[in-house]
């Protein structure tokens, strides 16, 4: 095995500037750094990272844990995250909750039993704050990702849920839509929240009565419940249209409805937030509210790496993120006539 005393020898210099060189401290002449990055690269040497993090204090590793790896939002954050996390120099640990808290603390143990130098955290819902309280008390630095926890103060990246889940219901009522079913995430989780209100602020604003039999919650990992859609369908005025508060839950009910011979939209409308990876995929193209899932994961890095490199930053950050509206073959307009 290569050793920087080897690198020494080779170069004709100390093994102490090249330790200096590898872990870019101290004064070093250019010429030097460059003849022993050479010698470096000839003898193939890659340096010891936990010695590195030893002497620096500082393992270049970050940890990004998300909920569900499996939804193209969060894979498009991952993206994001790992691109500004080696930008600067950083390696990247990834984390998939499942939306369980459960496995969510067995990540957070892993983390503090690892030389990680920042956590960006997409909670699983309000319980969170136990495990985010957790990696405060450790001095870890932790950017919130997507949604927030009430009582945990930091950085936080976040969509606007709200006004996003109005822009979606306003489209339905623009096409004539009077009965829309909300198929929502869990009651414990901010954005679930905020797409509700979103959703009975579009009501209120077009002078709408809100049926509360129309607002389900579920969980944003799939929809697993198909009794719940069954009992939509058959209201004595079942819904025209349904908001599904995200793309797996609309996914999961375009596949049931369509399982009872029903088309969308011939049949019934459907919206969802969060656009998909590859839209093709999806068959009719959904109407969506899109966030910018790459900015996510690059300005959360962003934010959790100046906190590390000890950037002057005394007030914690909110940064909010607009939706997009996207129209596309999933929705129509009631009886095929605009109110």
Known sequence: ??????????????????????????????????????????????????????????????????????????????RGAEDAAKRSGYRLLFGNSD???????????????????????????????????????HNIPVVVLDREVPGFD??????????????????????????????????????????????REAHLLSGLTIDEALIVYLSYRDFHDESVLDALLQQPMPPTAIFAANNMLAVGVIGALRQRGMQVPRDISVVCFDDFGHAETVNPFLTVAAQPAYQFGSLGMQLLIERIEGEAILENRKLIL?????????????????P
């Open 1 to 78: 095995m290569i050793t920087i005393y080897d690198i020494a020898e080779k170069a004709g210099v100390s093994a102490m500037t090249v330790s200096r060189v590898i872990n870019n401290t101290g004064r070093i002449s250019e010429a030097t750094r460059k003849r022993v990055r050479k010698v470096m690269d000839e003898l193939h040497y890659i340096p010891n990272s936990m010695a590195r993090s030893l002497v620096l204090q500082k393992s270049k590793i970050l940890s990004l844990l998300i909920t569900d790896i499996t939804n193209p939002f969060y894979t498009t954050i991952a």
């Open 99 to 137: 939306e369980d808290y459960v496995k969510e603390k067995d990540y957070v143990d892993m983390i503090l039993s690892t030389r990680v130098d920042g956590v960006l955290f997409a909670p699983t819902g309000d319980q969170s704050l136990e495990h985010l309280q957790q990696l405060q008390k």
């Open 322 to 338: 607009p939706s997009e509206l996207l129209i596309r073959a999933s929705t129509q307009a009631l009886n095929g006539s605009l």
């Open 154 to 199: 930091a950085d936080v990246v976040l969509g606007d849920s709200k006004e996003g889940a109005r822009n979606l219901v306003e489209h339905l009522i623009g096409l004539g839509h009077r009965r829309i079913a909300l198929i929502n995430g869990a009651h414990d989780v901010s954005t679930a929240r905020l797409r509700h209100a979103g959703y």
